[in-house]
């Protein structure tokens, strides 16, 4: 297994090296953004493992190039910057897998192994919360009591991604607007209020007990319904 490694920490370059040359795959360590989009362009890798902060080009928008670029190689984002809204924007320019730093090393040659797996591909994550659960693999919202389940589009993830990470608390509409449009100018305010209905509907679809409750003038919060 090739693999590049665009990180500029030249310790954490040369531990995770070391690491994976353990594991027998061959590493080849570039230091910045534009090195690692050159590189990636140019050869065949198995994965690529990259830094958010970098010289040159931050992670993103490499990761964004090289999409845009139709290269599909397996991405793991890796990164100190652990806050959520990294690592949605991380999953929304395609990366396969977010992994913060500080991480154990296992954990590493485990998410490589995770996200190169052809054909049949193990969930790389699943929110869960009361009798739902959401699969990062396919976008898949499921009662995990009847199995019923269905397809979200992106926004609706998102959102929805955000209530199981913060299960039974209200979220201010103005951190749902953050976390999901982002700084995206064509955003209109009532998004929001279309895209909660989407879910609610789709939540009462698959015969969920998990309701999005409005407080009126606070927010809203994904509570079971008692
Ligand atoms: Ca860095």
Redesign the pocket.
């Known amino acids: 297994m090739r693999v590049l490694l665009v ?3 030249r310790n954490l370059s040369a531990a995770i090296c070391k690491l994976l040359e353990k594991e027998r795959m061959t590493v080849d360590p570039v230091y910045t953004g534009t090195d690692g989009l050159d590189w990636a362009l140019s050869s065949e890798y198995d994965a690529i493992i990259l ?4 010289p040159g080009m931050d992670g993103f928008s490499v990761l964004r190039e090289l999409r845009k670029e139709k290269i599909s190689t397996p991405v793991l984002m890796l ?2 910057r652990a806050s959520l809204e990294d690592r949605l924007t991380g999953l929304d320019s395609g990366a396969d897998y977010y992994l913060p730093k500080p991480f154990e090393s296992a954990e590493l040659v485990s998410c490589l192994h995770a996200i190169t797996r052809r054909g049949n591909r193990t969930p790389i994550m699943t929110l869960s919360y009361g009798d739902i659960c959401l699969e990062q693999k396919d976008a898949k919202l499921r009662n995990t009591e009847s199995g019923a389940e269905i397809k979200l589009g992106a926004k609706e993830y998102q959102l929805m991604e955000l209530f199981l990470r913060n299960p039974a608390q209200i979220l201010t509409k103005e951190t749902m607007q953050d976390k999901v449009w982002g700084l995206e100018s064509d955003a209109e305010y009532n998004n929001l209020e279309v895209y909660v209905s989407f879910l609610r509907k789709k939540l009462s679809f698959i015969g969920s007990r998990m309701k999005i409750r409005a407080t009126r003038g606070l927010g809203y919060s994904l509570e079971e319904e008692t």
């Open positions: 990180e500029d920490e830094d958010v902060m970098l990164t100190a």
